[in-house]
């Protein structure tokens, strides 16, 4: 059974599918924007053939996706929509956007209709423009659990550039079940976005539904870590507390 992807949305607009595997961000992007207009054909959707479905794509004779594309879009997302509730827009590897297409995209994005979803995919998150991110939700795109024979396999498959020795001591932290550790935290304060990323890998690895929300409520400590200068000590202890034990969120 699929699980439902979870996007905390606060006050944004939008969501990045992010990952090193553009075709994992798309089936992921397919997979929300179906989500996301509820009871809409699913076979027009992904045909793009829905009326209030849009699919945007650098074409390989482009060198980018110009700004009469982006005015496209902004055309269409204002646009009431004509058999749905919602609309949802794709656009693949927005990264590709002109300079002057991401401006265009980003006035739309300011002052959004209330009824569409921006849905964009990156093969580089720091490619995309800070405007354009902070007005999107961030989801991590990890490949499928199954196709790797343990937990450590997994990780290190999905997150290439962390160190063997800290991969194995978050690792055998998570399957000792160990109790919070304040001497632990404070040793490796600064690895502590290395520890939220194995975090969400290790959780991921045994989906169901407990599992989700806590990487839900990790992604979201980690962006909004990354945006302050946060007590790297207490920041670690809480995404241990929230790793292994059970949370309760309104979701």
């Given at each position: 059974m699929q699980m439902k992807i979870i996007v905390c949305k606060s006050n944004t607009v939008g969501t990045i599918f992010y990952s090193?595997?553009?075709?994992?961000?798309?089936?992921?992007?397919?997979?929300?924007?179906?989500?996301?207009?509820?009871?809409?054909s699913v076979q027009h959707i992904m045909a793009n053939t829905h009326p209030d479905f849009m699919f945007i794509e650098k074409l390989d004779e482009e060198t980018q996706i110009s700004i009469d594309i982006a005015r496209r879009i902004n055309e269409f997302a204002y646009?009431?929509?004509?058999?749905?509730?919602?609309?949802?827009?794709?656009?693949?590897?927005?990264?590709?956007?002109?300079?002057?297409?991401?401006?265009?995209?980003?006035?739309?994005?300011?002052?959004?209709?209330?009824?569409?979803?921006?849905?964009?995919?990156?093969?580089?998150?720091?490619?995309?423009?800070?405007?354009?991110?902070?007005?999107?939700?961030?989801?991590?795109?990890?490949?499928?659990?199954?196709?790797?024979?343990?937990?450590?396999e997994f990780v290190k498959n999905n997150i290439v550039d962390i160190p063997d020795i800290i991969c194995d001591i978050f690792i055998k932290y998570f399957e000792n079940d160990r109790t919070l550790n304040s001497s632990f935290a404070k040793d490796?304060?600064?690895?502590?976005?290395?520890?939220?990323?194995?975090?969400?890998?290790?959780?991921?690895?045994?989906?169901?539904?407990?599992?989700?929300?806590k990487i839900l409520c990790l992604q979201e400590l980690k962006n909004i870590a990354r945006n302050t200068y946060p007590d790297k000590q207490n920041l670690l202890l809480s995404v241990m507390y929230i790793a292994t034990h059970k949370i309760n969120l309104c979701i």
């Open positions: 090193n595997n553009a075709k994992l961000n798309l089936e992921k992007a397919y997979e929300y924007a179906i989500q996301y207009m509820e009871n809409s646009k009431k929509p004509v058999i749905a509730t919602k609309k949802a827009i794709i656009i693949h590897n927005i990264e590709d956007l002109s300079l002057a297409a991401s401006n265009s995209l980003l006035k739309t994005l300011e002052e959004p209709p209330t009824d569409v979803e921006f849905i964009l995919t990156t093969k580089c998150l720091s490619s995309v423009l800070p405007t354009i991110k902070s007005r999107c939700s961030k989801v991590k795109v990890f490949k499928q659990y199954k196709t790797y024979n343990n937990v450590k490796n304060t600064e690895h502590v976005f290395d520890f939220i990323d194995v975090a969400m890998l290790f959780l991921s690895y045994k989906q169901n539904f407990e599992n989700a929300r």
